[in-house]
T-cell receptor
C-alpha cells in the first residue's frame, strides 16, 4: 500500500520568505508526527497530532513554526520568516494509535528545505 | 540534550560478515529502545525494539542486546548484505509516550 508521502521533495527559498510543507500520512493512521533532521544528525521531534489536534507541540523551536491537520489526515508544516538555520530535512511520520504503534512510526522521504 | 548516542559514526563491514552497531544511552527512565535504518534519500525505517526489562531480542537477521548496567545497546546484523548499507539510529521511547528521541547515527558501509 501507499506509504507516507511528502511534498515538495525539495524546497529552496530565500531568507525571510514563508514556506509550507505537506504530509500525506498512511490512510487510517490517526497519529502524525513532524521531525527535523539536520545534516549528520538524528531526527528531532517537532510536533505530534492525534487526530486533528496538536497533542504536543513542545518541539517547535519558536513561534515562526506552526502546523495544522484540519481534517485529521493531511498535515501542513508552516514556517514564517525563514532563516538560514531552518535549512534541514523535515520528516513526517504516521502510526496507528495503539500499543506499540508509537515505537514503529512510518516515515516519509522528507522535504529538504534550503534557505538561502 | 540528547539521551541516546552512538559510539562510532562509521562502520565498514565485509559482505557476509556480522555487523555490530553500538549505542550508549543516559536516560534510565526509558521504557523502550528502538533501532531505525535510514537509506540515502529515504526516511527512517523501523527495524526492531526492545523493552527495558529485557536483555535480548531477536528478529530476522538482527539481534538487539541491552545492558542496563552500563547503559549500552547494540544491534547485531548477521551475514551483512549490500542492502544493509545505511545509517542506523538508536532511539528511545517512554512507555505510553509518542515521541522518539534519536541519537546521531552510525553509517554502515558494506564492502563487496
Amino acid at each position: 500500500g501507499a506509504g507516507v508521502s511528502q511534498t515538495p521533495s525539495n524546497k529552496v527559498t530565500e531568507k525571510g520568505k514563508y514556506v509550507e510543507l505537506r504530509c500525506d500520512p498512511i490512510s487510517g493512521h490517526t497519529a502524525l508526527y513532524w521531525y527535523r533532521q539536520s545534516l549528520g544528525q538524528g531526527p528531532e521531534f517537532l510536533i505530534y497530532f492525534q487526530g486533528t489536534g496538536a497533542a504536543d507541540d513542545s518541539g517547535l523551536p519558536n513561534d515562526r513554526f506552526f502546523a495544522v491537520r484540519p481534517e485529521g489526515s493531511v498535515s501542513t508544516l508552516k514556517i514564517q520568516r525563514t532563516e538560514r538555520g531552518d535549512s534541514a530535512v523535515y520528516l513526517c511520520a504516521s502510526s496507528p494509535s495503539s500499543g506499540s504503534a508509537f515505537r514503529e512510526q512510518f516515515f516519509g522521504p522528507g522535504t529538504r528545505l534550503t534557505v538561502l | 540534550g540528547e539521551s541516546v548516542g552512538l559510539h562510532l559514526p562509521t562502520l565498514s563491514v565485509q559482505e557476509g560478515d556480522n555487523s555490530i552497531i553500538n549505542c550508549a544511552y543516559s536516560n534510565s527512565a526509558s521504557d523502550y529502545f528502538i533501532w531505525y535504518k535510514q537509506e540515502s534519500g529515504k526516511g527512517p525505517q523501523f527495524i526492531i525494539d526492545i523493552r527495558s526489562n529485557m536483555d535480548k531480542r531477536q528478529g530476522q537477521r538482527v539481534t538487539v542486546l541491552l545492558n542496563k548496567t552500563v547503559k549500552h545497546l547494540s544491534l547485531q546484523i548477521a551475514a551483512t548484505q549490500p542492502g544493509d548499507s545505511a545509517v542506523y539510529f538508536c532511539a528511545e521511547n517512554k512507555g505510553g509516550d509518542y515521541k522518539l528521541s534519536f541519537g546521531a547515527g552510525t553509517t554502515v558501509t558494506v564492502r563487496a
